[in-house]
C-alpha cells in the first residue's frame, strides 16, 4: 500500500458523510500504487504528477471519478457521465461499502488501466473551443470590444468553455446579456469564471 497523505488523513477524519466508503475507497487506490494528495479540497490520486482520479463526497453518494474515464473500456458498465458537458471524466457512484468491497477487483482493474493510459500518455480528443457555440450576445459584445473578443480568444480553452457553457445556459437574451456583462471584467484581465 502507498503512503498516505497527511492532509487526506485531516479530510477524512472531519468527514461528516460517506466516511466509510471514502476510506474503503482510498485503500483500493493506494493499493494500485497512485500517489494521494489532496486536491480541490478532496483526496486526488496521481501518477507522474498527473491526476487520474478523484474521491468525492456528495449528498447522495460518494464516487470515484476518473479524470480520462472516457477512455476506459468500462466491461461491467460502471461508469456514467457526470453531466451532459462532461468530455472525459467518468465516475461510479457508491452508497455502501459492501458494494464497494463486492468491486473491489474490478475497481483494481479500472484504477490499473487508467495508470496504463496515463503512462502512454494517451490524451482525450476534447472538442474543440471553434466547434463551440457562442452565444449571439457574446458575439454582439465581440463585434462591440475588439479588445473584449481579443482577452477571451487569449484564455486557456478551459476557461473559454467556463464562460461560454454559463452564458449560453441562461434561457433569456437578458439574462445571458446581465452574465456576460459581469464577468467580461475577470475577461479583460485573463481570469477564468472561477478564478
Not at 476518473?66 to 458537458?85: A, M, R
Not at 471553434?130 to 487569449?154: G, M
Not at 457553457?165 to 456576460?180: G, M, P
Not at 456583462?181 to 477564468?192: A, R, S, T
Request: aromatic letters at 8%; glycine letters at 4%.
Amino acid at each position: 500500500m502507498n503512503q498516505t497523505n497527511p492532509k487526506v488523513d485531516a479530510f477524512l477524519s472531519k468527514a461528516k458523510k460517506w466516511k466509510p466508503e471514502m476510506e474503503a475507497l482510498r485503500a483500493i487506490v493506494l493499493s494500485c500504487g497512485l500517489t494521494e494528495e489532496l486536491k480541490w479540497y478532496q483526496p486526488c490520486y496521481t501518477y507522474n504528477n498527473t491526476n487520474v482520479l478523484i474521491v468525492s463526497a456528495f449528498k447522495e453518494n460518494c464516487v470515484l471519478s476518473f479524470f480520462k474515464g472516457v477512455l476506459l473500456k468500462d466491461t461491467h458498465q460502471l461508469l456514467t457521465t457526470p453531466g451532459e458537458n462532461s468530455q472525459s471524466t467518468r465516475w461510479i457512484k457508491f452508497t455502501d461499502t459492501a458494494t464497494i468491497k463486492k468491486l473491489q477487483p474490478v475497481l483494481k482493474a479500472y484504477i490499473k488501466e487508467a495508470i496504463t493510459i496515463e503512462k502512454a500518455g494517451i490524451k482525450v480528443p476534447l472538442k474543440k473551443i471553434t466547434e463551440r457555440t457562442i452565444p449571439a450576445e457574446l458575439e454582439e459584445k465581440f463585434n462591440q470590444d475588439a479588445a473584449l473578443k481579443k482577452a477571451f480568444t487569449a484564455l486557456t480553452p478551459g476557461r473559454q468553455r467556463a464562460y461560454l457553457l454559463h452564458f449560453s445556459q441562461a434561457k433569456q437574451a437578458a439574462t445571458r446579456i446581465a452574465r456576460i456583462e459581469k464577468y467580461v471584467p475577470k475577461i479583460l484581465v485573463g481570469k477564468g469564471i472561477n478564478d
